[in-house]
């Protein structure tokens, strides 16, 4: 088969080569490695999570008053105690709560938190308050993670990402990841340039690719695309050795198949240590009930399955996830039966290194910053305290200065010790 230079670039080259090479790549037996690196999974809520209705204070009688038409009374909650209790939609994750694999964290943000999506997104990707909306050239904190303790044999999925193009938290110096933009694309057939009725047609494809981007070392944008390139082709050798999916029953949406796909990643074995899935849809100015329990549904669902796919995989102690959303949502409802853009948050962690339970205090409702929660505890405590007690490396390097260990992670060595 001979491919022209207008048939190479009319089906993206380097951006679309990733997609078009995986129709075979999911065969293969079931590899369960309970000796397998530990792999931190980031769970980005984007938009704006509304943590009043997802960790709920619910006999706050402040909490009812600001919210008369969205606020979740005690038959449509999870009760957890006499001061807490999740929505309604949460029940896989109230399981995993009750088995001291859960923990959330109240009161989350930062002292310049703007209510911005842009900049709010980019403090938390880079751990830097001083990133604008644009961070242009700057490094991510995972990227920074990656520098200082995962150059060293990294490959082209160390990192891996779905949802797009690669966050910014993982933009790294020295570790080029993987970026892919659904589960999908495991999936997508070659026939965009392959003859479905000559399938030996692959062979010459892959080698005139590994041809343009195996050329000599270029200066700027070029030499980026051939590393790009080059980083794409190790993917899919790499993703070769995934085994088949578990009978673990995820959901049928987006978050259940990539969850799905990591459990197959980290069974695997093939050196990913950081994966970053970004969830949409979180920013609800409007009709909100609806919308936020279909998607705490989702995600808990998703992450309920997750976890017991990697307990049958005997893979349950080697990961850890890490969700987290911009910024929370203002106190009071709007006159659209959403809530607008807020400050403090919530974030929560799953895992059997983690010791579960409520970390912070309970929102004062009484006491708010022009209408929002405070920020009661800095984000970069709950990185420092991943870092140091569970990835077992030293933060400073990456966070660039000290933050408080919350402690709720199991150390290496620690007998489990659950906390209400």
């Not at 085994?243 to 799905?260: C, E, F, I, K, V």
Request: charged residues 20%; neutral net charge.
């Amino acid at each position: 088969m001979t491919i022209s230079r207008r048939e190479f670039l009319k089906v993206g080259g380097a951006g679309i080569s990733v997609s078009l090479l995986f129709s075979d790549l999911l065969k293969g037996d079931l590899i369960a490695n309970p000796s397998a690196r530990k792999i931190l999974v980031i769970v980005q809520l984007a938009g704006g999570n509304d943590s009043l209705n997802t960790f709920i204070p619910y006999t706050d009688r402040r909490y009812n008053q600001a919210r008369p038409t969205l606020a979740l009374h005690d038959e449509a909650v999870l009760k957890v105690d006499d001061r807490f209790a999740f929505h309604s939609s949460m029940q896989p994750l109230k399981e995993l709560y009750d088995q001291g694999r859960l923990a959330f964290v109240n009161g989350v943000g930062f002292p310049s938190l703007d209510r911005s999506h842009f900049r709010c997104r980019n403090v938390w990707q880079t751990a830097d308050e001083s990133a604008g909306p644009a961070a242009k050239g700057q490094l991510g904190w995972l990227g920074r993670y990656a520098d200082a303790y995962l150059s060293s044999g990294a490959t082209a999925v160390t990192t891996f990402a779905v949802g797009g193009r690669e966050p910014l938290g993982l933009t790294s110096r020295t570790v080029s990841g993987t970026s892919i933009i659904s589960p999908e694309v495991f999936s997508t057939s070659t026939d965009l340039v392959i003859d479905p009725r000559d399938p030996s047609d692959i062979e010459p494809y892959k080698a005139a690719l590994f041809e343009i981007y195996g050329q000599q070392k270029q200066p700027g944008d070029v030499d980026l695309i051939r590393t790009r390139g080059r980083a794409a082709f190790e993917a899919v050798d790499l993703f070769k050795q995934l085994g088949p999916a578990s009978m673990a029953s995820y959901p049928n949406s987006r978050l259940g198949r990539t969850l799905q796909l990591i459990a197959r990643i980290a069974a695997a074995d093939i050196g990913t240590a950081i994966v970053w899935i970004a969830v949409d849809g979180f920013d609800t100015h409007g009709l909100q009930a609806t919308t936020h329990s279909k998607l705490l549904g989702d995600v808990s669902s998703s992450l309920l399955a997750f976890q017991q796919d990697l307990n049958a995989r005997r893979l349950a102690d080697n990961v850890v996830v890490l969700a987290w959303s911009e910024f929370g949502r203002r106190v009071f409802e709007n006159g659209n039966l959403g809530t607008d853009h807020g400050k403090a948050g919530t974030v929560f962690l799953i895992g059997n290194r983690v010791k579960g339970g409520a970390y912070g205090d309970v929102p004062d409702l009484s006491d708010l910053d022009d209408g929002d929660l405070k920020t009661r505890i800095d984000f970069r405590s709950v990185y420092w305290t991943v870092i140091e007690d569970w990835l077992s490396h030293d933060p400073l390097p990456v966070l660039q200065r000290r933050f408080e260990n919350l402690g709720f992670m199991q150390r290496a060595g620690r007998v489990r010790a659950i906390r209400h």
